[in-house]
């Protein structure tokens, strides 16, 4: 198992912790801070995933006039995961 901590930049969520297995299939999202009911459902969508597949999902989804997003933090907290070994 993998493990990132991340600390989310330009969003209202204030903390993300993401775990993938050897295959770099997601399973574990949590998202601190930002609207509920989105970062759960985003959260949950994740899990049984491979980190590339999210990545090319949600990278650039923005927040209203944000340049930025959770989900698109989020892609950041992955490409982290995904180049520990």
């Known amino acids: 198992m993998k493990t990132v901590e991340y600390r989310p930049m330009g969003v209202c969520s204030s903390k993300m912790v993401v775990e993938c297995d050897d295959d770099d299939v997601i399973t574990k ?50 490409k982290q995961l995904k180049e520990k070994k």
């Open 29 to 78: 999202v949590q998202i601190v801070g930002g609207c509920p009911g989105n970062t759960l459902g985003v959260s949950k969508l994740c899990i049984g995933k491979k980190i590339d597949e999210v990545i090319d999902t949600l990278e650039g989804v923005r927040c209203g006039a944000k340049s930025t997003s959770c989900p698109d933090q989020l892609t950041k907290a992955l």
